[in-house]
């Protein structure tokens, strides 16, 4: 099973996979809404994401994983 700690800090996260989703099974790494998640990366307070098409982005791990470490300090 893959968790945050063990990917590479250049694997990308699609949203479903940082805020979860139901319908999928998948847990969430940050539980938030995806609005309260785009409030977030607009304030600044979460990373900006890459682009990695014209409609697609994605968040670095390395960033995910700084921005819980600094959740929780």
């Known amino acids: 099973m893959t968790t945050l700690q063990t990917l590479s800090d250049s694997a990308l996260l699609r949203l479903p996979q940082v805020v979860g989703d139901q319908k ?3 847990a969430p790494l ?3 809404s995806r609005s309260t998640w785009w409030q977030w990366v607009r304030d ?3 990373p900006k994401p890459v682009r990695i098409g ?3 982005v994605a968040w670095r791990a390395s960033e995910i994983r700084a921005f819980l470490d ?3 300090a």
């Open 54 to 56: 014209s409609r697609c």
């Open 30 to 32: 940050v539980p938030v």
């Open 70 to 72: 600094d959740l929780k």
């Open 24 to 26: 999928r099974g998948i």
């Open 44 to 46: 600044g307070k979460a």
